[in-house]
């Protein structure tokens, strides 16, 4: 049975250019079929802790002795399985303040384990080409390039670390209703391409 997981870090509700981006992939993977399935994470509403013990990067077998609490063990479990199990991951990452949400940076540090999801003494790879869409949205233009300091270091943890295959997805002037320079025409147009984006991804990645 084909799984999405869906991972949604935007702490704006109904409003939320991401999140409705990452709900239209959903769509779109669900329509290919009743075995088709999503599994929804929403790391606003249940945020992970921030890392508060550097054993959280490594096995066991690497901890040298360092025994990590059972709370914080027992949620690594959960959401590497969660993510292990997926064959797409859809991750909705909005720029705040020019990079993605602490949320979401807590949840990479859960999941970016060398020796058990990425290489470390051994060339551990288990999610190796599995697709990754990261979705971003920003409330100015992208003028300034910045998109990039949200999509580059996700790019090096999944992409390079975790192997998987990453593909970017990107909104902007989504500030555009109160900031009239913004043009609204614009930031519309930029929204229909991302959905136009997502809809081809959702109905086309692969599904092993
Ligand atoms: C805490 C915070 C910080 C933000 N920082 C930026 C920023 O650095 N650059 C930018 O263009 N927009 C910034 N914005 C605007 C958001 O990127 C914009 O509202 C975007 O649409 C958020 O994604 P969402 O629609 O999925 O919630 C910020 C918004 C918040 C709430």
Do not use: C
Request: proline fraction near 7%.
């Amino acid at each position: 049975m084909p799984v999405l997981l869906r991972i949604d870090s935007s702490a704006g509700g109904a409003d939320s250019r991401s999140r409705r981006i990452t709900d239209e992939l959903a769509g779109a993977w669900l329509a290919r079929g009743e075995e088709f399935s999503v599994v929804a994470r929403d790391l606003n509403a249940s945020p992970p802790p921030h890392l508060g013990d550097t054993a959280q990067h490594w096995p066991e077998r690497l901890r040298g002795g360092a025994v990590l609490d059972a709370g914080t063990a027992a949620l690594q479990g959960e959401l590497i399985a969660e993510l292990l199990a997926a064959d797409a991951v859809v991750i909705g990452a909005p720029m705040y303040n020019y990079t993605f949400p602490s949320t979401l940076k807590a949840w990479l540090d859960f999941v970016h384990v060398p020796g058990v999801t990425a290489p470390f003494d051994e060339p551990t790879q288990p999610l190796a080409g599995r697709p990754a869409v990261i979705v971003s949205a920003r409330g100015a233009t992208d003028d300034d390039g910045a998109f990039e300091h949200v999509f580059a270091p996700l790019r090096l943890a999944l992409g390079d670390g975790l192997g998987m295959d990453v593909h970017v997805v990107s909104t902007s002037r989504t500030l555009a209703d109160a900031v009239p320079d913004l043009d609204a025409a614009l930031a519309a147009e930029e929204l229909a391409r991302a959905l136009d984006r997502v809809r081809e991804l959702g109905a086309s990645l692969p599904a092993t």
